[in-house]
């Protein structure tokens, strides 16, 4: 069945709005193309979504057969919501009602069956970048504490918008690490972005935590004005 989504991509604009479950990811080798992949009861249907060679809108292709290529992703002119930034004319960005950022590079974006976050990135060798919140920022811990007690902190690290936390710990028997980040939002509000992987994948991820943090846009829905009648 079909669901709404809370998050999407933006691009050579236009926005590509995907039908829940979804998987985006960039073609390797073509970073003006997206494999949009969505998962029901009856398998799995694919299409491309591409710039044309000749320039001009994006374009929808099927990949392989598919019962319902109508229903992966729909393209729409304009801005998704009123209150976000219109499409770039070049290269991808992600959207959700209540901020845009980068699509970091290495990175497939997922929706996720419970939120928030409305989506999560998934990278090789289980990799994963996501973004939590807005949380009330004064109620955090230091950045230093935001680890549970198996977690060692490894140190804090330089970022654009303020340092990044990086953590190291043990699961399933194998070495993994943590970054934190945390960016203000508005008002007191904040959003949490996190890198985990194993060390291999340390310099990706920590690429991407950067791109996130470093892009991040805050857009606050308007508030909303209550039409009762009074009385």
């Known amino acids: 069945m079909a669901q709404h989504v809370f998050a999407w991509l933006a691009g050579y ?9 979804y998987r985006l990811e960039r073609l390797p080798g073509n970073d003006r193309a ?5 998962t029901g009861v009856w398998g799995s249907s694919r299409v491309i979504v591409e710039v044309p060679a000749g320039g001009g809108p994006l374009t929808i292709r099927r990949l392989g057969w598919s019962p319902f290529r109508q229903y992966v992703v729909e393209l729409l002119p304009g801005k998704a919501r009123p209150h976000l930034p219109s499409p770039p004319a070049q290269g991808w960005q992600l959207q959700c009602e209540l901020f845009v950022t980068a699509w970091p590079e290495g990175f497939a974006m997922r929706s996720v069956d419970s939120f928030p976050p409305p ?4 990278g090789p060798r289980d990799s994963y970048l996501w973004i939590q919140g807005p949380v009330t920022a004064s109620e955090l811990p ?3 504490e935001m680890k549970t007690d198996e977690q060692e902190v490894v140190g804090l690290l330089e970022g654009s918008r303020g340092p990044i936390a990086e953590f190291r710990y043990e699961f399933d028997g194998e ?4 970054f934190q980040s945390v960016i203000a939002y508005v008002d007191d509000q904040a959003l949490v972005v996190t890198g985990q992987c194993q ?3 340390r310099e990706l991820t920590l690429r991407g935590v950067r791109q996130l943090a470093d892009n991040l846009q805050a857009c606050p829905p308007p508030a909303e004005v209550d039409t009762a009648p009074a009385g």
Request: charged fraction near 20%; include cysteine.
């Open 13 to 21: 604009g236009q926005v590509v709005m995907p039908w829940a479950p």
């Open 175 to 178: 070495p993994h690490l943590m």
């Open 199 to 201: 060390p291999e994948e």
């Open 119 to 122: 989506f999560d990135l998934e």
């Open 142 to 144: 230091p950045l230093a």
């Open 34 to 38: 997206v494999l949009c992949t969505r």
